[in-house]
């Protein structure tokens, strides 16, 4: 079905973080109604939602009701259960559909979906016992990256493993979840391409991002990253191959590593905007969440065109331990854009908000929102 699901329509979101917020409000500018659906209240993309619903994702009678009332449903978390998405297709159109969600939100198909389809990505094993675990150490070499295979985000459930460790505290700390070893990447930089792909097949990519960790937290982002654009041009067609591959329908991220000798090899796939396409929403001629919305709507692509140089900060919960940031002093600079999530509780780690930020070159756009993000705490 390529029919154009037009403004006015409802379009749904399952999940209900600072994603589902910044696809609500784009959804909102285009004119869409839009409901969320989590377990949570007040949350920040229900608070900007013409309808918040509050149910279980397992709760087939509540999901089916919701999916009932809205035009397409697309998502902005991708660890849903497969069932809720099954549940929501007998209903209303699914975007992406439930099979992308069931491979990317599992390691070890998503992994196995990647190499069996040619793209590069890191040897790995699965560890389901002690004696899997030796036997990966045993096939691909240490140091490595254990990871449980569901449910990891933000280096949650991941170790390193190195040739001194102890085998069986590094198995134990698995907890019993299933697990991938990962040999390890000697890499020189993270790079992400943020695309989306319509039902008719059409493609755009935004500029290929760089990022930049703090304890396995993005920190920052920039753009255009800093790499050969013949290795940009690779990444983006890289990304186009694995967008059509699963049939994406909607946006799907794709999260790479640039290792020392100049080669990319894929991390991992989120079926969903991302973190370090925050950047677009000041520094695009389309944001990715307007991309979002009209990747699933049937809508023609947005030019994803970069403005100029630009950079991303993000702002995590211990920026509120001594108190409320201070805000006018973090926007005294004129070009900085204050992103905030409209989160009551701030833990540490926890993602609050964002600075963007667009200069005359990429370190100026970086020096500006780590600037601005200093100043918070004047
Ligand atoms: P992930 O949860 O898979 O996104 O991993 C979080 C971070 O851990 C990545 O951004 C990398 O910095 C690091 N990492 C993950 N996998 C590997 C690997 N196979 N080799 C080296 N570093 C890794």
Same mark, same amino acid.
Request: glycine share 8%.
């Given at each position: 079905?390529?029919?154009?699901? #037009?403004?006015?329509?409802?379009?749904?979101?399952?999940?209900?973080?600072?994603?589902?917020?910044?696809?609500?409000?784009?959804?909102?500018?285009?004119?869409?109604?839009?409901?969320?659906?989590?377990?949570?209240?007040?949350?920040?993309?229900?608070?900007?939602?013409?309808?918040?619903?509050? &149910?279980?994702?397992?709760?087939?009678?509540?999901?089916?009701?919701?999916?009932?009332?809205?035009?397409?449903?697309?998502?902005?978390?991708?660890?849903?259960? /497969?069932?809720?998405?099954?549940?929501?297709?007998?209903?209303?159109?699914?975007?992406?559909?439930? /099979?992308?969600?069931?491979?990317?939100? +599992?390691?070890? *198909? +998503?992994?196995?979906?990647?190499?069996?389809? &040619?793209?590069?990505?890191?040897?790995?094993?699965?560890?389901?016992?002690?004696?899997?675990?030796?036997?990966?150490? *045993?096939?691909?070499?240490?140091?490595?990256?254990?990871?449980?295979?569901?449910?990891?985000?933000?280096?949650?459930?991941?170790?390193?493993?190195?040739?001194?460790?102890?085998?069986?505290?590094?198995?134990?700390? #698995?907890?019993?979840?299933?697990?991938?070893?990962?040999?390890?990447?000697?890499?020189?930089?993270?790079?992400?391409?943020?695309?989306?792909?319509?039902?008719?097949?059409?493609?755009?990519?935004?500029?290929?991002?760089?990022?930049?960790?703090?304890?396995?937290?993005?920190?920052?982002?920039?753009?255009?990253?800093?790499?050969?654009?013949?290795? %940009?041009?690779?990444?983006?067609?890289?990304?186009?191959?694995? #967008?059509?591959?699963?049939?994406?329908?909607?946006?799907?991220?794709?999260?790479?590593?640039?290792?020392? /000798? &100049?080669?990319?090899?894929?991390?991992?796939?989120?079926?969903?905007?991302?973190?370090?396409?925050?950047?677009?929403?000041?520094?695009?001629?389309?944001?990715?969440?307007?991309?979002?919305? *009209?990747?699933?709507?049937?809508?023609?692509?947005?030019?994803?065109?970069?403005?100029?140089?630009?950079?991303?900060?993000?702002?995590?919960?211990?920026?509120?331990?001594?108190?409320?940031?201070?805000?006018?002093?973090?926007?005294?600079?004129?070009?900085?854009?204050?992103?905030?999530?409209?989160?009551?509780? %701030?833990?540490?780690?926890?993602?609050?908000?964002?600075?963007?930020?667009?200069?005359?070159?990429?370190?100026? %756009?970086?020096?500006?929102?780590?600037?601005?993000?200093? *100043?918070?705490?004047?």
């Amino acid at each position: 079905m390529n029919f154009p699901i #037009l403004p006015g329509s409802t379009i749904g979101i399952l999940g209900s973080g600072q994603l589902g917020r910044m696809l609500a409000i784009a959804a909102k500018q285009l004119g869409y109604r839009v409901a969320v659906y989590s377990p949570d209240a007040d949350t920040p993309a229900g608070q900007v939602a013409d309808v918040e619903a509050v &149910g279980d994702y397992l709760d087939e009678e509540r999901l089916a009701d919701f999916a009932q009332r809205v035009s397409v449903l697309t998502f902005e978390f991708e660890n849903v259960p /497969s069932a809720a998405s099954e549940v929501a297709a007998r209903h209303t159109i699914v975007r992406p559909a439930g /099979s992308v969600l069931h491979i990317t939100q +599992e390691r070890l *198909r +998503e992994k196995t979906f990647l190499r069996d389809n &040619g793209f590069p990505t890191t040897p790995f094993r699965e560890v389901k016992t002690y004696a899997d675990l030796h036997a990966a150490a *045993r096939d691909l070499g240490l140091p490595a990256v254990l990871k449980t295979a569901s449910f990891g985000y933000d280096g949650k459930g991941q170790q390193k493993v190195y040739a001194q460790s102890d085998p069986a505290e590094v198995f134990a700390n #698995l907890k019993g979840a299933t697990g991938i070893y990962e040999a390890f990447v000697d890499f020189e930089k993270e790079i992400s391409v943020v695309a989306a792909r319509t039902a008719d097949g059409k493609f755009a990519a935004f500029p290929v991002f760089e990022n930049r960790h703090a304890n396995h937290i993005l920190d920052v982002t920039f753009a255009p990253a800093a790499i050969d654009p013949k290795l %940009a041009k690779e990444a983006v067609e890289l990304a186009a191959g694995i #967008l059509e591959k699963l049939g994406v329908v909607g946006l799907l991220t794709v999260e790479l590593f640039v290792t020392r /000798s &100049g080669k990319i090899v894929v991390n991992e796939l989120a079926p969903r905007t991302h973190n370090s396409g925050h950047l677009t929403m000041d520094a695009c001629i389309t944001s990715q969440f307007e991309q979002q919305v *009209r990747a699933v709507c049937c809508l023609p692509l947005g030019s994803t065109a970069l403005r100029a140089p630009a950079a991303m900060a993000n702002l995590l919960g211990h920026l509120w331990e001594k108190g409320e940031p201070n805000w006018a002093a973090a926007l005294s600079d004129p070009h900085v854009k204050l992103h905030l999530y409209g989160k009551t509780e %701030a833990r540490k780690g926890r993602k609050m908000g964002h600075i963007n930020a667009c200069g005359r070159s990429v370190d100026a %756009a970086i020096a500006r929102v780590i600037a601005a993000r200093e *100043r918070l705490l004047s």
